[in-house]
């Protein structure tokens, strides 16, 4: 055979093989290496946005507990509470103490059902029970925009109970589609507090019964038990701010699938509960942000010794070891929020399957409150023992 001829001879059947194989194994890590860093960026996408939830979470959660019992005047909740507790005597037609909300309160466990808040969700990770129960919290106060108010359009004298008002449809009712019922709805806050404009530390809580836009007019449940001004001298009346119910609280996603890896997807829900014109009420709801775990502390004053040393981070439905027997909202200066998103592990689990958690990021949040600022009232608290009796009830 000539020279020629064997150089023009190609690779040899072994050759190939061994060639395929390393081309293979070098494809394989290849491709190992990409679906690793694929995974990797899902995961830290995931992260990402679970980070983001969680500090979507605590804006809203803090902005609303941090303006809890804010009516947009310069009387509070906390001034109508304090008002209630020191004119009663001398002015019986006042609501009682039992009527008025508070600013700010835990939900308790009792309450769940009540409210249709879940006690129990899917369980992850294949556990049988769940040892934590997610926590919630109601919160009142004006939630319009800059906290509007209105003003009396003439005087209201004790025993009235409608009163006029400026732009009342505006602040005292909202609309909305209702995507179940198909049709707009409007609504009315729960409440409303009326005050002297000239007296900070002065005003009264009614509930609703019906609000009229065209005639500028707000009807009350219960009579009014104090003479309030309208417009003098070229000044607005006595002012009247709308009082808002709020809760916040875990459950699933709204737009949560039947199978896949958000089937157990659980988000923080904002529940407005609001009162229909004429009776009945009405709750609206929406998620906030997905979010795993909510657990809520207090810090509370001591209510049983004089100088109200404060006891930290209580909870609310298990007093043991706070030394406390029983729970007032009316002691908490401030809440600490805890809460927590998972990052998921499985693309397309079974229906019915636990979720795999591949890990979880955590965020706290302390949250001052106004519970104790009227000075008054702080006194009380902090210059006398109160032997286990909030003088807010």
Same mark, same amino acid.
């Given at each position: 055979?000539?020279?020629?001829?064997h150089q023009? !001879?190609?690779?040899?059947?072994?050759? @190939?093989?061994?060639?395929?194989?390393?081309?293979?194994?070098?494809?394989?890590?290849?491709?190992?290496?990409?679906?690793?860093?694929?995974? %990797?960026?899902?995961?830290? =996408?995931? !992260?990402?946005?679970?980070? *983001?939830?969680?500090?979507? *979470?605590?804006?809203?959660?803090?902005?609303?507990?941090?303006?809890?019992?804010?009516?947009?005047?310069?009387?509070?909740?906390?001034?109508?509470?304090?008002?209630?507790?020191?004119?009663?005597?001398?002015?019986?037609?006042?609501?009682?103490?039992?009527?008025?909300?508070?600013?700010?309160?835990?939900?308790?466990? =009792?309450?769940?059902?009540?409210?249709?808040?879940?006690?129990?969700?899917?369980?992850?990770?294949?556990?049988?029970?769940?040892?934590? %129960?997610?926590?919630?919290?109601?919160?009142?106060?004006?939630?319009?925009?800059?906290?509007?108010?209105?003003?009396?359009?003439?005087?209201?004298?004790?025993?009235?109970?409608?009163?006029?008002?400026?732009?009342?449809?505006?602040?005292?009712?909202?609309?909305?589609?209702?995507?179940?019922?198909?049709?707009?709805?409007?609504?009315?806050?729960?409440?409303?507090?009326?005050?002297?404009?000239?007296?900070?530390?002065?005003?009264?809580?009614?509930?609703?019964?019906?609000?009229?836009?065209?005639?500028?007019? /707000?009807?009350?449940?219960?009579?009014?038990?104090?003479?309030?001004?309208?417009?003098?001298?070229? $000044?607005?009346?006595?002012?009247? #701010?709308?009082?808002?119910?709020? @809760?916040?609280?875990?459950?699933?996603?709204?737009?949560?699938?039947?199978?896949?890896?958000?089937?157990?997807?659980?988000?923080?829900?904002?529940?407005?509960?609001?009162?229909?014109?004429?009776?009945?009420?009405?709750?609206?709801?929406?998620?906030?942000?997905?979010?795993?775990?909510?657990?809520?502390?207090?810090?509370?004053? +001591?209510?049983?010794?004089?100088?109200?040393?404060?006891?930290?981070?209580v909870d609310? &439905? &298990?007093?043991?070891?706070?030394?406390?027997?029983?729970?007032?909202?009316?002691?908490? /200066?401030?809440?600490?929020?805890?809460? !927590?998103? @998972?990052?998921?592990?499985?693309?397309?689990? #079974?229906?019915?399957?636990?979720? $795999?958690?591949a890990g979880?990021?955590?965020?706290?949040?302390?949250?001052?409150?106004?519970?104790?600022?009227?000075?008054?009232?702080?006194?009380?608290?902090?210059?006398?023992?109160? +032997?286990?009796?909030?003088?807010?009830?």
């Amino acid at each position: 055979m000539s020279r020629n001829s064997h150089q023009k !001879q190609g690779f040899s059947l072994l050759e @190939i093989m061994v060639a395929s194989a390393i081309g293979a194994v070098v494809l394989l890590a290849a491709i190992e290496f990409f679906m690793r860093q694929q995974n %990797v960026f899902k995961q830290q =996408s995931e !992260q990402a946005a679970r980070q *983001a939830d969680l500090r979507i *979470a605590i804006y809203y959660l803090n902005k609303d507990l941090i303006n809890a019992g804010y009516t947009g005047t310069p009387y509070g909740l906390q001034a109508v509470i304090y008002n209630t507790i020191a004119n009663s005597s001398s002015n019986p037609g006042l609501p009682s103490l039992s009527s008025l909300p508070r600013p700010v309160r835990p939900v308790f466990r =009792s309450e769940y059902t009540t409210l249709g808040i879940p006690n129990n969700l899917l369980l992850l990770d294949g556990k049988t029970t769940d040892p934590v %129960v997610k926590d919630a919290v109601k919160i009142w106060a004006n939630f319009n925009s800059e906290g509007a108010v209105s003003h009396l359009l003439t005087p209201a004298r004790p025993g009235d109970l409608v009163l006029f008002g400026s732009s009342i449809g505006q602040n005292f009712t909202a609309s909305f589609w209702d995507t179940a019922g198909g049709a707009t709805v409007t609504v009315l806050p729960l409440g409303f507090v009326i005050g002297k404009k000239e007296n900070k530390g002065f005003g009264e809580y009614h509930t609703i019964s019906s609000v009229s836009g065209t005639s500028n007019t /707000i009807t009350a449940n219960t009579s009014i038990a104090t003479a309030f001004t309208g417009p003098t001298l070229g $000044k607005p009346g006595d002012t009247i #701010a709308p009082i808002w119910e709020r @809760i916040y609280y875990i459950n699933y996603c709204a737009d949560n699938p039947a199978t896949g890896p958000y089937q157990y997807d659980r988000c923080l829900i904002r529940r407005d509960v609001y009162r229909i014109s004429g009776g009945g009420s009405y709750t609206r709801q929406q998620d906030v942000a997905r979010v795993y775990d909510l657990q809520i502390r207090y810090d509370v004053l +001591n209510p049983n010794v004089t100088n109200a040393p404060i006891i930290e981070d209580v909870d609310a &439905n &298990n007093l043991g070891g706070s030394g406390l027997t029983q729970f007032d909202p009316c002691w908490i /200066i401030g809440i600490r929020l805890y809460l !927590q998103a @998972i990052i998921s592990a499985p693309a397309n689990p #079974a229906a019915g399957s636990p979720l $795999k958690v591949a890990g979880y990021i955590k965020m706290s949040r302390y949250v001052p409150t106004k519970n104790v600022q009227m000075k008054s009232l702080e006194w009380d608290l902090k210059n006398k023992p109160l +032997n286990g009796a909030c003088p807010c009830l």
